[in-house]
């Protein structure tokens, strides 16, 4: 049985960090593509960032220059590094594992306002 469990987030001000985490059971996780998905109330989701097997990454122009996408493969974790966090960040945060079939994890809120 394959388990998505997402932490690390919570209330921060514009301007501040926040570093989300992704533990993955169940999946081979190093052949894994992993994302981070965001949805903001009233909006569909959108695609943040991936990592592939490769450790290539990719992301978002919203967030290119803010936000860092890494994988630690002997831990089955992924991680995402959100810095200079604006209110338009706000969401909730969803691990995505992509490995023959798409796997998503319960999300965790993030919430950026002074």
């Known amino acids: 049985q394959v388990q998505l469990v997402e932490s690390g987030g919570g209330l921060v001000p514009p301007g501040g960090s926040l570093r989300l985490s992704c533990a993955a059971s169940?999946?081979?996780?190093?052949?894994?593509?992993m994302r981070w998905y965001r949805q903001a109330p009233g909006k569909q989701r959108e695609l943040v960032a991936s990592?592939?097997?490769?450790?290539?990454?990719d992301y978002a122009d919203a967030v290119k220059g803010r936000f860092t996408i890494s994988r630690d493969n002997a831990k089955s974790t992924v991680y995402l590094q959100m810095n200079s966090l604006k209110p338009e960040d706000t969401a909730v945060y969803s691990c995505?594992?992509?490995?023959?079939?798409?796997?998503w994890g319960q999300g965790t809120q993030v919430t950026v306002s002074s």
């Open positions: 169940g999946i081979t996780f190093r052949s894994a593509t």
């Open positions: 990592i592939f097997r490769d450790d290539s990454t």
């Open positions: 995505n594992a992509q490995y023959r079939v798409s796997y």
